[in-house]
């Protein structure tokens, strides 16, 4: 089947997705500024590529037709699962080499489907909760859906453990938080960051490292710092694998002030320094 052209059109607060056969696809961005940022985002770093062509030229067409509503888990089972493992899951994602174009395209796609997520009055949860899960499954992210107040996974008893009874929040979970720009940023973030290393097995296996270690880095870097840590992950190797785990660490370490961030890449002599110059980093 030819995968189907997507348009995005941003009208007031509502994403209208359209195909080429002219149905509409689902998008609600529940916060306004999430969409003005989204919109940034493109004019900052100058995205003429959209994101589909970007997703199309990575062979993963089938992530567009991605509905979570409609996942046989969602609708079987009440749980449902994050972007990343869609991405890894189904798409193998190995010897990637993006250029900077088409890294913020597929980040930004990230943003706008973490964003569509919220027609629904799902959120992702305070990130302890999603320890917990990741911890079994790192790939599996758990949601609250707030206008119950009862977590939409399968895994359930596992929250039990930590206070979890129905009809109760879980302590670790803020009931009704908004979501805002920088839970859209951080969090596609974050899944796009498991995507591009592969690694989820070796994340909870590592003596040294875990997930909440890693969780903890990545919460203190800035937007900006994200983008040459992602295009680390990218960076070509001899034979044709991302970064290690840990190389990937001790990148993250060395990147929480700007001038780090030039002088790392420059030790690294990544092919990337001209690119992220150009784009103001």
Do not use: C
């Given at each position: 089947?030819?995968?189907?052209?997507?348009?995005?059109?941003?009208?007031?607060?509502?994403?209208?997705?359209?195909?080429?056969?002219?149905?509409?696809?689902?998008?609600?961005?529940?916060?306004?500024?999430?969409?003005?940022?989204?919109?940034?985002l493109r004019n900052k770093y100058n995205v003429e590529k959209t994101c589909l062509e970007v997703l199309k030229g990575l062979a993963v067409p089938k992530i567009l037709d991605f509905d979570p509503t409609q996942t046989p888990q969602f609708k079987e089972q009440k749980s449902i699962f994050c972007l990343a493992q869609s991405f890894a899951g189904k798409h193998a994602a190995h010897g990637l080499n993006l250029t900077i174009d088409e890294l913020v395209g597929v980040w930004i796609f990230l943003v706008e489907q973490m964003a569509a997520f919220r027609r629904h009055q799902i959120l992702y949860t305070d990130l302890k909760c999603h320890n917990i899960m990741g911890r079994t499954n790192p790939l599996q992210v758990t949601i609250v859906d707030f206008d119950y107040g009862?977590?939409?996974?399968?895994?359930?008893?596992?929250?039990?453990?930590?206070?979890?009874?129905?009809?109760?929040?879980?302590?670790?979970?803020?009931?009704?938080?908004?979501?805002?720009?920088?839970?859209?940023?951080?969090?596609?973030?974050?899944?796009?960051?498991?995507?591009?290393?592969?690694?989820?097995?070796?994340?909870?296996?590592?003596?040294?490292?875990?997930?909440?270690?890693?969780?903890?880095?990545?919460?203190r870097l800035r937007v900006d710092d994200l983008i040459p840590l992602l295009v680390s992950c990218l960076e070509e190797q001899p034979h044709k694998r991302p970064l290690h785990y840990e190389e990937i660490l001790e990148v993250i370490k060395a990147t929480k002030l700007p001038p780090q961030i030039r002088k790392t890449w420059e030790q690294l002599k990544s092919p990337y320094i001209d690119r992220l110059a150009e784009v103001s980093l």
């Open positions: 089947m030819k995968p189907r052209r997507l348009h995005t059109t941003l009208i007031e607060d509502k994403a209208l997705w359209r195909l080429d056969d002219g149905q509409l696809a689902f998008v609600k961005i529940a916060a306004s500024n999430s969409r003005n940022y989204v919109n940034d009862s977590p939409l996974i399968s895994g359930q008893k596992h929250l039990e453990r930590y206070g979890y009874t129905p009809g109760n929040q879980a302590p670790e979970i803020e009931r009704g938080e908004k979501p805002t720009e920088q839970t859209l940023v951080f969090e596609s973030g974050l899944l796009l960051f498991h995507f591009l290393t592969d690694q989820k097995q070796e994340m909870l296996k590592h003596p040294k490292y875990g997930l909440s270690h890693a969780v903890s880095i990545m919460k």
